[in-house]
């Protein structure tokens, strides 16, 4: 188009020529590098954050009320902060585990139940073997006490010393301590029996026996304040020692047949028979039969409460044939646990009365604890430094009683009769262990205080099953004298 008047025609011509890029001021470098001072490097951070109240800092340096007051909120925020995650750091690393508890009433396994004559052998069969104790205990008696327990002490012509050079570590009255030098003094865990005990001034003076070394070189008294206690402790470590020498060649009681201890069994109205029920022998207990343990081809299945649909028996309970001294009570001793663990007759079981009906109500438990760094529990055993010695699942009973156990054997040279032994491993006698005794109680006390270490070796299973019992006895009316009665029965049901 062309141009009007007053128009200028301007003419492109060539651009200006490109030029060096600028080099950074001081002040720039400066920047990039480091800062001359930390007041420089905070005002620097104060106007490039986003923190809140940051800012405020450097907006109100000219105003020191405000500056401090901005300063101390921005540190306390800080603080907080900081604080907040201190706790939360805390908790994740404390590992913690939530509780879920779930209330069911489902079809379950029947637990296995097992129940003991309460007499380990007839008074008749082993009263040879435990005549002399027997004499050397009511002489003892009579001496101590005045306390004649047949008509036939005063009219042994033997003398207390006659008889205490017939056993060993004699019972003994102890008016003193022994001398420092030559024993020390040890005092055992109180017995069960409370009643019935005889007038001891026990301020004055204690009971006990005489335990040494090998070589005679230490010795401590096994003392008690009760009479009663001494004297069935006393006794029974001598049972002990007769019936680690007898336990291979004396029978039991004759109750291995079903009948003649058990009456009636009914499992939900249904009588039971041989297949559902294992027999073995315990040294204290006598003989005790397991009721759907894990050698039953068809366990028991438990789906209604009720006396009705549970386990049924009646015992037939031998009062006038036990050992005297061993023996305080009479009736059953029962146990609930689970049927791949042993019955642990003393840590668990509990005795029925003859003559009375006891119901039992029980309920199952299950727990399962979380290992590795939630809490310090096995699976099944096999990362625990003790021997299983029962044929039967890891439990933290198996594995204590196997503990004391191999620690019996390390340092007494030995096994305890209670316990289960190793093979080529004998029994504890002091015929052929002279100073069983000793180590024995000096390893109690090491046990109970837990230097052996058991309790901290064994550690607890990951998933753990077990039924708490609730025993309610109700007496049943009797016409008949108990005097009269050469037996008494007992009913159990649970």
Known sequence: QGLMKGDKLEVEGPGPEPTAPQQPTEEEEALIEFHR???????????????????????????????????????CTFGMMYWQFGLLFGEYFSYPVSLNINLN??????????????????????????????????QTLFDLYKYNSSNTVAARPRGRRDLRETLPHPLQRLRAPPPPHGARRARSAASGVRDNNPQVDWKDWTIGFQ????????????????????????????????????????????????????????????????????????????NCYTFNDKNNS??????????????????RTEQ??????????????????????????????????????????????ALDRLG??????????????????????????????SCFQESMIEQCGCAYIFYPRPRDVEYCD???????????????????SDRLGCFTKCRK??????SRCYPDRTITPSTTKETELPNSTSSSRS
């Open 37 to 75: 001072s930390y007041r420089e490097l905070f005002q620097f951070f104060c106007n490039n954050t986003t923190i809140h109240g940051a800012i405020r800092l450097v907006c109100s340096q000219h105003n020191r009320m405000k500056t401090a007051f901005w300063a101390v909120l921005w540190l």
């Open 105 to 138: 009433s489902d079809k379950l396994v029947f637990p296995a139940v097992t129940v003991c004559t309460l007499n380990p052998y007839r008074y008749a069969e082993i009263k040879g073997e435990l005549e002399e104790l027997d004499h050397i205990t009511e």
């Open 211 to 286: 335990l040494c070394n090998q070589n005679k070189s230490d010795c401590f008294y096994q003392t008690y304040s009760s009479g009663v206690d001494a004297v069935r402790e006393w006794y029974r470590f001598h049972y002990i020692n007769i019936l680690s020498r007898l336990s291979d060649t004396l029978p039991p009681l004759e109750e291995d047949l079903l009948g003649n201890f058990i009456f009636a069994c009914r499992f939900n109205q249904v009588s039971c028979n041989q297949a559902n029920y294992s027999h073995f022998h315990h040294p204290v207990y006598g």
């Open 298 to 315: 068809n366990l028991w299945m438990s789906s209604m409460p009720g006396i009705n649909n549970g386990l049924s028996l009646m015992l």
């Open 320 to 365: 006038n044939d036990f050992i005297p001294l061993l023996s305080t009570v009479t009736g059953a001793r029962v146990m609930v646990h689970g049927q791949d663990e042993p019955a642990f007759m003393d840590d668990g079981g509990f005795n029925v009365r003859p003559g009375v009906e006891t119901s039992i109500s029980m309920r199952k438990e």
């Open 372 to 401: 590795g760094n939630y809490g310090d529990c096995t699976k099944n055993g096999s990362d625990v430094p003790v021997k299983n010695l029962y044929r039967s699942k890891y439990t933290q009973q198996v594995c204590i009683h």
């Open 430 to 448: 002091y015929r052929k262990h002279s100073s069983w005794g000793y180590c024995y109680y000096k390893l109690q006390v090491d046990f109970s």
């Open 461 to 466: 299973p990951c998933r753990n099953g077990s």
